[in-house]
């Protein structure tokens, strides 16, 4: 079983910076990706920012300039850099890992998430 544990959320006033982290245990896969998502009340989850475990990564163009995603391959850690955080930042923020593995010629994704941490940031 896999087990995502984040931590690093919290109220920061616009401008500020915040740094997340997320730790993976369990059964990985050396090829993955992990990421963060987040989720504002009334919206639907969103992507934030992915790393791939050979460094290729991917932004959302709301963070683009301001966040900064990284990992710990040993450590099967990921880390999200938030500077110059906005009102509109405020969300719950997840943690993603996703995994695949080829059965049969079949891609078959594997997809384990974070409980959620909470940043807030006050105009």
């Known amino acids: 079983q896999v087990q995502l544990v984040e931590s690093g959320g919290g109220l920061v006033q616009a401008g500020g910076s915040l740094r997340l982290s997320c730790a993976a245990s369990?059964?990985?896969?050396?090829?993955?990706?992990m990421g963060w998502y987040r989720q504002a009340p009334g919206n639907q989850r969103e992507l934030v920012a992915t790393?791939?475990?050979?460094?290729?990564?991917n932004y959302a163009d709301s963070v683009k300039g301001r966040f900064t995603i990284s990992r710990d391959n040993a450590k099967n850690t990921v880390f999200l850099q938030m500077n110059s955080l906005k009102f509109e930042d405020t969300a719950v923020y997840y943690c993603?890992?996703?995994?695949?593995?080829?059965?049969?010629?079949?891609?078959?994704?594997?997809?384990?998430w974070g409980q959620g941490t909470q940043v807030t940031v006050s105009s």
């Open positions: 993603n890992l996703h995994m695949g593995e080829y059965r049969s010629g079949w891609y078959i994704p594997h997809d384990y």
């Open positions: 790393v791939s475990s050979d460094g290729r990564t």
């Open positions: 369990g059964s990985i896969f050396s090829i993955n990706a």
